[in-house]
């Protein structure tokens, strides 16, 4: 197989910055190059420039991206990841949100974790929501898992994890929402019933107009592979999809202020959190 000139290399990373809105520079040039070699060998494709041509010109219906940006998405996650952030929603954000809707007599809750993963962050929600509000059952309540990576959502449809996924999960959680078999463990049903997963782009307009009503927005690690300019597109997208009184959760190194003045920088003992006004 000829190797990836610099070009070639630059040309396949607009592609992927254009249909993914992530963005590879230089640095990385040796995690792409690796990658697209996996997939030009699956393909038996010698010439990058074939391959180049392929993604750029016959590829209409995105087929060939998808498969890409199932290898070149970094996938790490686990479950109660970013701890103290999470206490923060349970013990300030959730409970605030949840009696200002039982104020006005609205028994819904809608929850976007975007950018999901194998599913460890939104069953990890799931996990709080029952834990804060017994009566979730019994709301109309749900936690929408997104991701573009298929491989992952496929992982959320099973529900199934290994010891790496539960390391940092409470005791009593564990025993309460997840079941040991073998040497994994499932989420319960009832936890599992609140999540519904589907594929979604972050960087395709189309697909983030169909969000819409959500109380909480959970979008950590993900935007870190992002540039500036995609990250706050996909920002903007965010706040037109958060209900009035809603919140925001990047990860810890990223910034909603980066991005937009627009969401309401809240402090809750040492947590600062975004809301919308
Ligand atoms: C590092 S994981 C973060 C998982 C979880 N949010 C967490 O904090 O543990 C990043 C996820 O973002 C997804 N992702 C990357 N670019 C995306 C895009 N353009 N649209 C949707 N999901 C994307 C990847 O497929 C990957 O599963």
Redesign the pocket.
Known sequence: MTEISLEQYRRLSQQIYQK???HFDEKKIYFLKKRIEKRMEALGIEEPADYLFMISYSDPHGVEMQAL??LV??????MF??YDQLQAFANHCLPEVLSNKQAIGQRSLRIW??????G??PYTLAMIVQEVFPQAQSWQCEIVA????EN?LRHVAVARYGARSVGEVPEEYLKKYLTKEGEEWVVRRRTAELVQSRH?????RTDMRTMRGFDFI?????L???DDLSRKA?VDHFYAALNPGGYIFL?HSESVGRSTTAFKLKRFESHLVYVKE
């Open positions: 993914l809105g992530l940006a199932n998405t970094t996938n790490e996650t686990y990841r970013e974790s975007a950018g999901c993963s194998s460890e962050e997104t991701d573009i990576d992952m979604l782009n972050l960087n395709d959970f979008c950590r690690n993900v870190i592979y992002f996909v990860g």
